[in-house]
């Protein structure tokens, strides 16, 4: 079978959008499956929707698979993209070929930084884009010289490529590019922005240049929100699929339905940028903060929220827990009333956002498996629930049922007929019979270990006093504690469904 370019495409009749020339407009570093399901979708739709006329071009950031460098070249920058998921209870498996990559460059092979530095003098360069992963946004000082070919960290060769820029248009204000980051830090723009300023300082460049490159150029901070599950695993799948595009495609790509990139910068960055005239989920706002208080609640804090019960009960992966009435009710019940009231957007945006989380966790396609959710439910808990859970108190000044009882399932889930403390984690015995195994630090593993011979009522007491785990003596708020031993008890000896089948 042909592997797919533009000739191979065009035998097969595809009749979907292509734009086979256009200028580089966005210099993106990362290759990976997430960018190429997300950012290069959204200028893709945004070519076709809103006329921007723009490539893409691909900067490896790290040189440990140059591979992926050829496979894209050799398909001419195209590949398929699959968003599948579930649409308001409706399955959807959309196929599209993304033509606005232009290529992709391995900076660590000979000659090819020079390109990189090509396009960074380019007068049709707008953007750059970024996602080096959590540890590419990092500042070492002395790991990367002026001259070297190329610098070793990202914002090493950003600040390189900057200067680069600033030369050759001798400093022009209006040569400034908006910069993206993606990775998945908190503020992010603004840590990639302090790096970059380490090293022009380390290599001593003129201050002309400090100046332009933080007044002439936009960091913004971003706050991305897509699975991208990236390759079909299934072997047999993949052939069938192949067999129907009647093409090879190394560097296909998988994305969930769902997709949104909030981006903050100045309100005259939405008109700058073509996604809000392409009618893409991508918005430009003053301030990042709520929507990633958005997401950790509603979507993050949902997971955490139930899946530990959930597991207690029998089940095994989320989507089978949006077919259960009393998981999906104890979800949303708890999304809806305890957990939105508390956040401060717009209610409607709120309850949309909430309303496509049982979309996702409905996923046909994806098998996301309850234990790989439970890895470090203890610092979990703290940051997705502990706020939306102090709010509510405060605001209604009484204690919210689900997230109480979340609580209880949280130690029930610690505790469950405790079999062993190995090396890597704490083996428990689910009401079923069989083991699983619990992975969190190692002190809160110690902890439930210490306490496996404690009664209900001490296990309890002894949880809500861990000032390591709460930062905070819980049993200082009214009534929780009886709460908490009571629910406990209900999930112990009636099961976690019937628990939770009582917060309804």
């Not at 990976?32 to 490539?55: P, S």
């Not at 234990?371 to 102090?390: D, E, G, V």
């Not at 929780?480 to 999930?491: F, G």
Request: proline share 4%.
């Amino acid at each position: 079978m042909e592997t797919l370019n533009y000739k191979v495409l065009e035998g097969t009749g595809y009749n979907g959008y292509i734009l086979k020339d256009a200028p580089v407009k966005v210099m993106q570093f990362g290759e990976g499956n997430f960018l190429r399901a997300f950012v290069d979708y959204f200028y893709d739709i945004a070519n076709e929707k809103a006329g921007y006329n723009g490539k893409v071009k691909l900067v490896q950031p790290i040189g440990n698979f140059p591979q992926m460098a050829d496979w894209i070249n050799e398909q001419e920058g195209l590949y398929t993209l699959y968003l599948r998921g579930s649409e308001k209870g409706q399955k959807v498996d959309a196929k599209r070929v993304i033509s606005c990559v232009s290529d992709c460059v391995c900076p660590y092979i000979d000659g090819k930084w020079d390109e990189v530095l090509e396009l960074a003098r380019s007068e049709d360069l707008e953007t750059i884009v970024s996602n080096t992963t959590e540890a590419g946004i990092a500042y070492t000082q002395g790991d990367s010289q002026f001259d070297q070919v190329p610098p070793n960290s990202f914002p090493a060769k950003l600040t390189r490529v900057l200067f680069e820029r600033y030369k050759a248009f001798n400093g022009a204000a209006d040569k400034g590019l908006t910069i993206l980051s993606c990775e998945l830090i908190d503020n992010n723009g603004k840590e990639l922005q302090k790096c970059c300023n380490n090293y022009a300082k380390d290599w001593d460049l003129e201050p002309a240049f400090i100046d332009w490159m933080n007044n002439a150029n936009t960091f913004c901070s971003t706050l991305v929100d897509r699975i991208v599950p990236g390759r079909i695993r299934d072997p047999k799948e993949l052939a069938a699929m192949e067999e129907a595009n009647g093409y090879h495609d190394a560097a296909l790509d998988v994305g969930e339905v769902f997709g949104v990139w909030v981006i903050e910068g100045p309100a005259e960055l939405e008109d700058k940028l073509p996604f809000k005239k392409a009618g893409v989920n991508v918005m430009v706002v003053p301030d990042v903060t709520p929507y990633k208080k958005r997401k950790v609640r509603i979507l993050n804090g949902a997971h955490t929220g139930f899946v530990l019960g959930a597991y207690l009960a029998g089940f095994d992966i989320v989507r089978d827990c949006m077919h259960n009435d009393t998981i999906r009710g104890f979800m949303n019940k708890m999304l809806h009333e305890e957990i939105i009231p508390t956040l401060p957007l717009d209610k409607k945006d709120l309850e949309e956002f909430a309303s496509a989380v049982e979309d996702r966790f409905n996923n046909p396609f994806v098998n996301h498996e309850l234990m790989s959710i439970s890895l470090n439910s203890t610092s979990k808990w703290k940051a997705r629930n502990m706020p939306s859970f102090l709010a509510y108190i405060e605001e209604q000044k009484q204690l919210p049922k689900c997230l109480t009882m979340s609580l209880a399932a949280y130690i029930a889930f610690y505790s469950s007929d405790i079999q062993e403390r190995t090396a890597d984690g704490l083996i428990c015995k689910r009401p079923a019979g069989n083991t699983y195994k619990i992975q969190d630090d190692a002190w809160a593993l110690d902890f439930y270990y210490a306490h496996k011979d404690d009664t209900a009522a001490q296990l309890v007491n002894a949880v809500l006093t861990n000032t390591q785990m709460w930062d905070q003596d819980l049993t200082k708020i009214e009534g929780l504690e009886a709460a908490v031993l009571a629910d406990l008890e209900m999930i112990r000896t009636q099961g976690a469904e019937a628990a939770y089948k009582s917060c309804l």
